[in-house]
Nanobody, 123 residues
């Protein structure tokens, strides 16, 4: 069982940066692929970025490529999402998720979820 707690959200102006963190508790964190998803009001939860268990592979949705960077530290059981050049359309609740084994792009492929952290980008 893995428990996830996100932090680092907040209010930022267009063009600003935020760094989200996800702290995991429980065993075998290094065996999980980790992902970040987001959900804006009235919209479905969508994939943002993911990283393999070894950190050898990272994946991003097209709208954040070149602006967001996902990373992980297996020794500290943490995963981060560095968000630069933020836009108002990035406003959403951001969720950290863990998937045993392979990286997934859909919510159903993830086994454990955090409670979410709000990111608001003002224009």
């Amino acid at each position: 069982q893995v428990q996830l707690v996100e932090s680092g959200g907040g209010l930022v102006q267009t063009g600003g940066s935020l760094r989200l963190s996800c702290a995991a508790s429980g065993r075998a964190f290094s065996r999980y692929a980790m992902g970040w998803f987001r959900q804006a009001p009235g919209k479905e939860r969508e994939f943002v970025a993911a990283i393999s268990w070894s950190a050898d592979n990272t994946y991003y949705t097209d709208s954040v490529k070149g602006r967001f960077t996902i990373s992980r530290d297996n020794a500290k059981s943490t995963v981060h999402l560095q968000m630069n050049s933020l836009k108002p359309e990035d406003t959403a609740v951001y969720y950290c998720a863990a998937a045993m084994g392979r990286v997934g792009w859909s919510t159903y492929e993830y086994d454990h979820w955090g409670q979410g952290t709000q990111v608001t980008v003002s224009s």
